[in-house]
């Protein structure tokens, strides 16, 4: 069983490759969940080892309500719960999961000796605590806390940890827990559904994009992001009709960015909602920059996906956030564009030293799709999950003994 509780594409990948080498694999995620998502439907060359379940809660589901959001985790946990009871998996492996959602998972695995393998994408504890300092919420730190406890708890009583970044080990090793069943596997992006095409694309003609210079944000836009380098970079750009800046998100920052696009004259600057996944390619395609943007207090704790779609699509990055951060570091270590630190002017310096040089821009997205094709191929990938699953079976029957 296979749980992303967002329905990223890479997952999803994950499990058609996991069923076309014969495993039985039952793949679910949150259908309530506002994100991107994947190709989380069944397609027609679909192994009929793979049964993918979508998965949703008899309540509506507000991402960012303290009040109820803890409540709708335990209900998503408790869906979750009742597959592992129907297909008594052998494995189980849960990704990007509300801390309160794993305990209900994990705790019904082992009631069905199923091992239990940690998809470790964030450090959840950290990043709840760093969500509820930011809404200046009174007693946060107990919160974080308390969620260090479960989250630690979690680990400790897995069979099996991927980590997505290095750094995420320090953090565990600190926390008492056993290197031996902990592995890196750092996250990829689909190389045969996200590629490089050539500009105007169609989905640039149907929106009456010019074809002019564009740099481009995709995908979940939220504070943490700080949407306000996009518009600093939109006021900057200014009246010149030959550069434009396009904006495919949703979320808080999204809607904040939205808010002021609508109180001053950003003629650079058009925003469009979520856009199909089939056509994220020609989405992607329409830019000539393709800019991630993450807080300086994230830390390491956030490593954005929508950089190796990016790397997929073989275009130049702008990267703002913190230089210790994965992202920054596989952009700098693949020469794929240029990374910065989360500030304003260094943000526009980088953008307006790469918009005066097209042969360097050619250059970083040649390397960008060269990264993509010699670390995100699927085959080796799922190789390593079947040897990590094969150890999380061997720790566990040792467990038991």
């Given amino acids: 069983m296979i749980n992303d509780y967002c329905g990223h594409p890479f997952q999803i990948e994950l499990s058609r490759e996991l069923a076309r080498r014969g495993n039985q694999v039952v793949h679910t995620y949150f259908v ?48 979750t719960a009742q597959v592992v009871d129907k297909f008594c998996p052998d494995v189980v492996l849960s990704a990007n999961m509300p801390l309160d ?79 031996s069943r902990t592995s890196v596997i750092e996250n990829w992006a689909p190389l045969n559904e996200i590629y490089p095409l050539h500009k105007p694309t169609k989905w640039q003609i149907e929106h009456n994009i010019e074809p002019s210079f564009c740099f481009m944000y995709s995908g979940t836009l939220g504070m943490k992001h700080t949407p306000r380098l996009l518009l600093e970079l939109a006021r900057k750009l200014g009246n010149d009709p030959a550069t434009s800046l396009i904006v495919v998100a949703e979320g808080a920052g999204a809607d904040w960015l939205r808010m002021h696009a609508e109180h001053e004259i950003l003629p650079a600057l058009r925003l469009f909602p979520f856009q199909p996944y089939e056509r994220l390619s020609e989405v992607l395609a329409s830019s000539d920059i393709l800019i991630s943007l993450l807080d300086e207090d994230c830390g390491s704790f956030a490593v954005p996906s929508k950089t190796l779609s990016y790397m997929c699509a073989g275009r130049p990055l702008l990267l703002a956030g ?13 020469r794929s564009g240029i990374a ?50 094969e150890q999380s079976l061997f720790n566990k029957r040792r467990s038991a003994l």
């Fill in 101 to 179: 959602a794993q305990a209900i998972l994990q705790k019904k695995a082992r009631q069905c000796n199923a091992s239990f393998v940690y998809w470790m994408q964030d450090i959840l504890s950290i990043a709840i605590e760093f969500v509820l300092n930011r809404r200046k919420i009174p007693l946060s730190f107990l919160a974080g806390k308390w969620y260090k406890k479960v989250e630690s708890d979690l680990l400790a009583h897995s069979e099996a940890i991927v980590c997505i970044a290095s750094e995420f080990l320090d953090v565990l090793s600190a926390w008492g827990i056993e290197m």
């Fill in 322 to 334: 913190p230089l210790q951060n994965l992202a920054s570091k596989i952009v700098v270590r693949s």
């Fill in 340 to 389: 910065v630190q989360n500030s304003v002017e260094q943000f526009i310096d980088a953008a307006t030293q790469m918009r005066q040089s097209l042969a360097l821009l050619n250059f970083y997205g040649l390397s960008a799709r060269h990264y993509a094709n010699e670390n995100f191929k699927i085959n080796k990938i799922c190789d390593q999950f079947e040897s990590i699953f």
């Fill in 32 to 79: 309530q969940n506002n994100t991107p998502k994947g190709f989380v439907s069944n397609h027609v060359d679909d192994s009929t080892n793979l049964k993918i379940m979508p998965l949703s809660i008899p309540m509506v589901f507000q991402k960012h309500s303290i009040f109820s959001r803890r409540k709708s985790d335990c209900l998503y946990g408790l869906a």
